[in-house]
């Protein structure tokens, strides 16, 4: 990934004063360009973004294409994030609790393709040392700033990425409320999108279905919620759709009235006929298991525990209590 460009915008619409830069960030300094990267990088893993598509009027779409149809200078893209950013704080303002932010949009090229990046970030408070001139010598004091950006390891409150060859959009957006009611700024004002689910939203939805079905069968839920994670993982990694009808076949494949119930629930989660997931995630889920039983015990293991009885097992006892007995331990160390 090559970083091209990016201009950063503070929108404070508590004060009704916003600072619209008149030029792009300078990446002579070095934290410029290193916190673009940084938050680039956790959107490229980020389980909670969705894949989505321009709506036929959507305005963002438009300024895009004008963009791409452009000379692409840093003026350019100060005209594109300038207009952004006016746009979203107009629509901001209009929310019931709007909070001060930066907006930033940034020009990267990735595998020969360009895109823009578009990053919100709420302003965090956060306790800092400060310098007092005396006349007896300087003094410290601690204090409170009330806008700053987040780290390297936190992703922004919402973002989009767009692809400025084919127009496909990747984002996330955290929810608002309008009038008491919830909504959407990025997604629904600004993009103007169709959104598929996001792999957290589509893995949540598998796991909790075919949980309720193994339990109300009287069924080993783990190894039920592990089969569905290897499924969905083999098909991430080909990167592929998947069917949801395709998670019954494989987790209940001889038992056709707990392959039919459990596509009755996967079709009740309102997820479409075919899905995806990212392959990072899909590989995260399907390698590691925990489980929490309702005596307080947790226990984290490797997957592939689950298809052998060779280092732990689970034993359905008469009474309907389940037992887990761990083999082959030689040595424990306390954490």
Partial sequence: ??????????????????????????????????????????????????????????????????????????????????????????????????????????????????????????????FTHNVISASEGPETEIIKHKAILPSGTSKPDSYALVNLTDFSVVFFDKKKTRNGKSCYVLRDDILSVEAEASSREVVKAVDKAVKAVAEEFGANSTQALQKARNFIFESAAEGEYFELDDVSEVVFEDNLSMKNTLKEKLHETKLPKNVQVDRAYAERQATKHRIKTDTGIEISFPSEFTDSTEYMEFINNPDGTISIELKKIGKIENK
């Fill in 1 to 126: 990934m090559i970083l091209n460009k990016a201009v950063l915008h503070i929108l404070d619409p508590l004060s009704e004063i916003s600072v619209m830069s008149t030029a792009c960030l300078n990446f002579v300094q070095p934290a410029n360009g290193e916190f673009i990267n940084k938050q680039l990088e956790k959107i490229e893993k980020d389980p909670d973004r969705k894949k989505a598509k321009f709506q036929e009027l959507s305005p963002f779409r438009d300024i895009a294409q004008a963009y791409s149809e452009s000379g692409k200078t840093e003026q350019d893209l100060v005209i594109l994030s300038t207009s952004i950013a006016q746009y979203y704080y107009d629509k901001l303002r209009e929310t019931d609790d709007p909070q001060p932010c930066d907006i930033l949009v940034a020009e990267y090229t990735e595998k020969e393709n360009l895109s823009v990046a578009l990053m919100i970030f709420s302003h965090k408070t956060a």
